[in-house]
C-alpha cells in the first residue's frame, strides 16, 4: 500500500515525515515529494521468530510519500499543486495534515489558524482535481457520440457513469459514495480518482497537548489522529533507547509511526496475515475480506494459479497452545479452501502445485 501525505504550507508535513522516519528534512532542500517506506509493527512476528528461528523476519510495510504543501490561491501554488497531482494519484489512500498549533517563528498559512478550514480547503481541491478529469472526459466522450464509430454502446456506459461521478462532485461528494460496483471501479480505475481513495486526517497540535487531543471529525475521513510533530520529530531523532523514557513523560503509549499505521490500517480496511518457516518468518498486510487464494496470489502468483488448500491457524490459538504443534492437537489447524476468508492475525501455510 502507498500513502501520500498532503497538507497547506506550513502544516507540519516534513516534521511529520521525520517523525516517522527518524530522518531530519532539509528545510532548503527543492520542494519535491520525499518517499520512505514505513515498516509496520506486529509483535506476533518476535513470538514466531522465537519459535523458527528463521534467517530473516520480515514486517509488513507502507509506501509514504510525502508531498510538498502548495498555496492554493496563487496561480504558481495551484501549477506545482498540478505538477503533484500525479504522484498523489499513484497513492492508494491519502494523510491530509492540518495546522492546530501557535508558533510565531512559523508562520501561519493566510496568518490564521483553522484547522477544520483548512481540511475544508484540502478538501476543495481533491473535489476539483476530480471534477476535472471527469469534465474533461466527459466533453470528449460527447465529442465522440457525434460521429460514427463502432464503440458507441461502450461510450455511452462510460458517459453514464461519468455524470453520475459528475453530478457527486459537483455536491462535493466523494465518488467512493457513487462507485459502488467492482465493475464500476474497474471502468473508471485508470483515472485513479483521489475521492475514491481512503482519507486519514492528522491534526497537528502543540506539544502541550500531545497526550490529550483527539483528531478532527471531518466528514469524509475514514480515520483521523491528533499528534505534536515537532515533539514526535525531536522523539524520532533520539537514540532508540532513549524513545521510551520521553514517550512515557508525555504519556503516550507508542510513537507517531505507530500511531500513523494503526490509523492507515483502519483507514484502509488493512489486516496482517502471516507465513511462517526456516527461512522467514512474514507478515502481509491486504484488505479485510481476501480469499485464502488471494492472499496467496500476494505471496507468489503461482502459488495462486496451482492452489490446492491452506493449513492454517489463528494466532491466538497458536498463542494458547504455545506453537503449531500443540495447535493441531487442539484440533485448531484448519484446511480451507480458495473461497476462505482470511482473518487478521491467521498464519497461512499455502500448499500449491506450482
Same mark, same amino acid.
Given at each position: ?30 520542494? /519535491? !515529494?520525499?518517499? =520512505? *517506506?514505513?515498516?509496520?509493527? %506486529? #509483535? $506476533?512476528? @518476535? ?125 462535493? /461528494? !466523494?465518488?467512493? =459514495? *457513487?462507485?459502488?460496483?467492482? %465493475? #464500476? $471501479?474497474? @471502468? ?167
Amino acid at each position: 500500500m502507498k500513502a501520500a501525505i498532503i497538507g497547506l504550507p506550513k502544516s507540519g508535513k516534513s516534521t511529520l515525515f521525520t517523525a516517522i522516519t527518524g530522518k531530519a528534512v532539509d528545510p532548503y532542500a527543492p520542494p /519535491e !515529494p520525499r518517499q =520512505t *517506506v514505513v515498516h509496520v509493527p %506486529d #509483535e $506476533r512476528l @518476535a513470538y514466531l521468530a522465537e519459535l523458527h528461528k528463521p534467517s530473516k523476519v520480515i514486517e509488513a510495510t507502507i509506501d509514504i510519500v510525502d508531498v510538498p504543501g502548495c498555496s492554493l490561491d496563487d496561480p504558481k501554488g495551484q501549477e506545482e499543486w498540478r505538477r503533484f497531482l500525479p504522484v498523489v494519484r499513484q497513492a492508494d489512500m491519502l494523510i491530509v495534515v492540518v495546522r492546530d498549533f501557535e508558533n510565531d517563528a512559523v508562520p501561519a498559512y493566510h496568518d490564521r489558524i483553522d484547522a477544520k478550514g483548512d481540511f475544508d480547503a484540502m478538501w476543495d481541491e481533491i473535489i476539483f482535481a476530480d471534477l476535472d478529469t471527469v469534465t474533461t472526459r466527459v466533453e470528449r466522450i460527447e465529442a465522440q457520440l457525434k460521429k460514427p464509430t463502432k464503440t458507441h454502446d461502450t461510450e455511452k456506459r462510460e458517459l453514464a457513469l461519468l455524470q453520475r461521478c459528475q453530478e457527486a462532485l459537483e455536491s462535493s /461528494e !466523494p465518488l467512493s =459514495t *457513487v462507485i459502488a460496483h467492482e %465493475d #464500476e $471501479r474497474r @471502468a473508471v480505475s485508470s483515472f485513479a480518482f483521489l475521492t475514491e481513495k481512503p482519507l486519514v486526517c492528522i491534526r497537528n497540535i502543540s506539544d502541550e497537548e500531545a497526550s490529550s487531543a483527539e483528531g478532527i471529525q471531518a466528514e469524509h475521513t475514514k480515520a483521523s489522529l491528533a499528534l505534536s510533530a515537532s515533539i514526535e520529530a525531536e522523539i524520532a531523532l533520539l537514540d532508540p533507547a532513549d524513545r521510551a523514557v520521553f514517550l512515557e513523560d508525555l504519556g503516550l503509549e507508542s510513537p507517531a509511526r505507530d500511531r500513523l499505521v494503526k490509523a492507515c490500517y483502519a483507514a484502509g480496511g488493512l489486516i496482517s496475515f502471516l507465513t511462517v518457516g526456516s527461512d522467514e518468518v512474514r507478515a502481509w498486510s491486504i484488505p479485510a475480506g481476501t480469499t485464502a487464494v488471494e492472499a496467496a496470489g500476494k505471496v507468489h502468483t503461482d502459488f495462486a494459479r496451482g492452489f490446492i488448500r491452506a493449513e492454517t491457524v489463528a494466532f491466538a490459538d497458536l498463542l494458547e497452545h504455545k506453537d503449531i504443534k500443540g495447535a493441531k492437537a487442539a484440533g485448531k489447524v484448519r484446511k480451507e479452501g480458495k473461497t476462505y476468508i482470511v482473518e487478521d492475525g491467521d498464519l497461512l501455510n499455502i500448499l500449491s502445485s506450482a
